[in-house]
């Protein structure tokens, strides 16, 4: 993900929308690390020259890994890593299930129900999001 934005995909393309696996993976547990830690990118390496990077980019990096879909996929449910994801992304961000039939569904199911979201909320996650990046009506 970090990848894609520094390699600038998202200022070439910036209606592209990308949905990432397992809630994002790793970036929103270490959101500190590739938020601030980033920052400082070039500042630290003596063997490569990172410093155009950032300042080549028409936002901050943030914005563009918050704009990436993410799917609830955790193979078992994963109810930490879900209420992160969901918190990192946003319930506007997250989509369900965009992997199926490979892992199982049920225990992402029970997740999302335990979470305590809005009805409306809980639409986009299961339907509307991916009614709306699709831009097609689920039946």
Excluded at 35 to 41: D, E, Q, R, S
Excluded at 42 to 67: A, C, F, N, V, W
Aim: proline fraction near 6%; hydrophobic fraction near 40%.
């Amino acid at each position: 993900m970090v990848r894609l934005v520094f390699w600038g995909l998202f200022d070439r393309y910036p209606k592209l929308k990308i949905i990432t696996h397992h809630l994002g993976g790793m970036i929103p547990y270490y959101d500190g690390r590739v938020g601030a830690g980033l920052k400082v990118l070039g500042q630290r390496t003596s063997d490569e020259d990172y410093s155009k990077i950032l300042p080549s980019l028409k936002r901050p990096h943030m914005d563009y890994l918050h704009g990436f879909y993410a799917d609830t996929a955790m193979f078992g449910g994963g109810p930490h890593a879900t209420r992160c994801g969901l918190e990192f992304f946003g319930a506007d961000q997250v989509v369900y299930a965009t992997d199926t039939p490979l892992g199982p569904i049920a225990p992402t199911i029970k997740t999302i129900d335990a979470l305590g979201l809005s009805d409306a909320n809980r639409k986009k996650i299961f339907s509307g999001n991916a009614e709306k990046l699709l831009n097609m009506k689920f039946q």
